[in-house]
T-cell receptor, first 113, second 115 residues
Framework: DAGVTQSPTHLIKTRGQHVTLRCSPISGHKSVSWYQQVLGQGPQFIFQYYEKEERGRGNFPDRFSARQFPNYSSELNVNALLLGDSALYLC????????????FGPGTRLLVL | KNQVEQSPQSLIILEGKNCTLQCNYTVSPFSNLRWYKQDTGRGPVSLTI?????NTKSNGRYTATLDADTKQSSLHITASQLSDSASYICVVSEDSGAGSYQLTFGKGTKLSVIP
């Protein structure tokens, strides 16, 4: 069975641009969470979606938004990119709304120049 | 404020040797604690998960311990291999009630196994 998949794997953008990252959860999983991991740090929670509704939001500015589709895949959008947005963006899926048993994807490496 | 502190920040050991990584947390109310292995530039992969009532959990050469009273956990790696080189992240889940859980991540311990 396929695990969590994310696209693209790598991305280079310039300041002020916007970016869309995509995530497909494990088949049957209804919840998707997004994390930002800056080099040398642990992941920081951005959003959780369950059954297409936002379930939780971390301490990130409104430039960050996300949504979940009927097939439970998800997109993370970041507007007006800043240099500090450069990070590994991780998506994790879980069977239900609880996040105790999350499975992570390989991540998307975003570099903002 | 919920915190997860890991030590050491980085560690270098010889292939074949054992090592122990530490995790201290202040998360409350506690739900479970998980150790992840993360290769550079990749997503974390779960090694063990322990609830309040579990003291020890093994996964091959990885053995995790949990002391819920002192809020400490350790991850012991036996007979290390070069492929063990990675960051090891401790994640503690808080039971926020009504089926809601918040995760607090440690910054990880970067382990390098050298020949």
């Amino acid at each position: 069975d396929a695990g969590v998949t994310q696209s693209p794997t790598h991305l280079i953008k310039t300041r002020g641009q916007h970016v869309t990252l995509r995530c497909s959860p494990i088949s049957g999983h209804k919840s998707v969470s997004w994390y930002q991991q800056v080099l040398g740090q642990g992941p920081q929670f951005i959003f959780q979606y369950y059954e297409k509704e936002e379930r939780g939001r971390g301490n990130f500015p409104d430039r960050f938004s996300a949504r979940q589709f009927p097939n439970y895949s998800s997109e993370l959008n970041v507007n007006a990119l800043l240099l500090g947005d450069s990070a590994l963006y991780l998506c994790a899926s879980s069977l239900e709304g609880e996040v105790r048993t999350q499975y992570f994807g390989p991540g998307t490496r975003l570099l903002v120049l | 404020k919920n915190q997860v502190e890991q030590s050491p920040q980085s560690l270098i050991i010889l292939e074949g040797k054992n090592c122990t990584l530490q995790c201290n947390y202040t998360v409350s109310p506690f739900s479970n604690l998980r150790w992840y292995k993360q290769d550079t530039g990749r997503g974390p992969v779960s090694l063990t998960i322990m609830t309040f009532s579990e003291n020890t959990k093994s996964n091959g050469r990885y053995t995790a311990t949990l002391d819920a009273d002192t809020k400490q956990s350790s991850l012991h790696i036996t007979a290390s291999q070069l492929s063990d080189s990675a960051s090891y992240i401790c994640v503690v889940s808080e039971d926020s009630g009504a089926g809601s859980y918040q995760l607090t991540f440690g910054k990880g311990t970067k382990l390098s196994v050298i020949p």
